[in-house]
């Protein structure tokens, strides 16, 4: 299994362009989450998804669109890149998400500079 | 305004010591608590978890701690070895049980 797959790795935009950050994870993982690492702010979460066809907002979501249209993937859109969305961004995706102690897997982040 | 709150300094210490780190919080009733640990480059990777009524879990030389009246989680890694040289995130199940919200981390280094 390769778990939780991110791309692109790196990504350079500039100001006003949009662009698509893939995830996609073979765990058949119900829940999917987006989350953004900038220093000293710690993780934050943008947008999650608890399964197909099912989207709801996080801590930080201007700015960014979601969908959910397979279990597999869940595509984050950056309609209009600006430079405050630099930053570090972190697929997650888990079994189920009950609320009784579901774990995090995350993948390996992709690194986004808007210029 | 609900916090989480890691030590954002960098801990040094010696191979072979007990490393112990704090994740405070505040306005916040979690069910549960994870740790979590994330080396540069790499995305976070689950370590323990602990549940509001457990005082302590235990796996390898990990140690886990929840005080649900301090509000406070410690984290200890014994014998630790340079290889534990990392930052360790504390995350807490917030937002009516949807999600989790994670401390700012804070950066263990191991020294021989």
């Known amino acids: 299994n390769a778990g939780v797959t991110q791309t692109p790795k790196f990504q350079v935009l500039k100001t006003g362009q949009s662009m698509t950050l893939q995830c996609a994870q073979d765990?058949?993982?119900?829940?999917m989450s987006w989350y953004r690492q900038d220093p000293g702010m710690g993780l934050r979460l943008i947008h999650y998804s608890v399964g197909a066809g099912i989207t709801d907002q996080g801590e930080v979501p201007n700015g960014y669109n979601v969908s959910r249209s397979t279990t597999e993937d869940f595509p984050l859109r950056l309609l209009s890149a600006a430079p405050s969305q630099t930053s570090v961004y972190f697929c997650?995706?888990?079994?189920?998400?009950?609320?009784?102690?579901?774990?995090?897997?995350f993948g390996s982040g992709t690194q986004l500079s808007v210029l | 305004s609900q916090k989480i709150e890691q030590n954002s300094e960098a801990l040094n210490i010696q191979e072979g010591k007990t490393a112990t780190l704090t994740c405070n919080y505040t306005n916040y009733s979690p069910a549960y608590l994870q740790w979590y640990r994330q080396d540069p480059g790499r995305g976070p990777v689950f370590l323990l978890l602990?549940?509001?009524?457990?005082k302590e879990k235990r796996k390898e030389r990990l140690k886990v701690t929840f005080d649900t009246t301090l509000k406070q989680s410690l984290f200890h890694i014994t014998a630790s070895q340079p290889a534990d040289s990392a930052t360790y995130l504390c995350a807490l199940l917030t937002g009516g049980g949807n999600k989790l919200t994670f401390g700012t981390g804070t950066q263990l280094k191991v020294e021989l």
């Open positions: 765990m058949n993982h119900e829940y």
């Open positions: 602990i549940r509001e009524n457990e």
């Open positions: 997650a995706s888990s079994r189920p998400w009950t609320g009784r102690g579901e774990k995090l897997f």
